[in-house]
């Protein structure tokens, strides 16, 4: 089985550390790659990490996910930011590739504006993480090695 996790990020998270810090926090996404690639190494993963401010591309990614070179990725992390509460084209393409999606967001969506309480991505994730900041995604990668192990037990 394929040992690579695609984790994805949605718009403006390229801008953690100086927006609203308050809410996301002061870690930088490049800080947060960091952490998660550290994470995933100790599962024996590889965290294949990006971000893109358009949908499309989002799209594009995880429908190529299981084509991944070299052997396609095991599940994919997501943390779809404001396309979370309005793509449908992000769940589609969630729910039709066959891999395991764990969703995740800094801030504790339930505890904020009403509009952010819907998520599409839910729809097709196992889990979601929320709520814990950049800590977020550590968690996010046990739960996707659990996953992984429990799948080839
Ligand atoms: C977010 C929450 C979303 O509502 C928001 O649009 C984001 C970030 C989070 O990580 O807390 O951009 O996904």
Known sequence: MSRVILVLNGPNLNTLGQREPDIYGRTSLEDIKGLTTARAKTHGLEADFRQSNEEGELVSWIQGA????????????????????????????????????????????????????????????????????????????????????????
């Open 66 to 153: 299981r084509t991944l070179s070299p052997g396609g990725a095991a599940g994919i992390v997501i943390n779809a930011a404001a396309y979370t509460h309005t793509s449908v084209a992000i769940l589609d393409a969630l729910l039709s590739c066959g891999l395991p999606v764990i969703e995740v967001h800094l801030s504790n969506i339930y505890k904020r504006e009403e509009f952010r309480h819907h998520s599409f991505v839910s729809k097709a994730a196992t889990g979601v993480i929320c709520g814990f900041g950049a800590q977020g995604y550590e968690l996010a990668v046990d739960a996707m090695a659990n996953l992984l192990k429990a799948k080839t037990a």
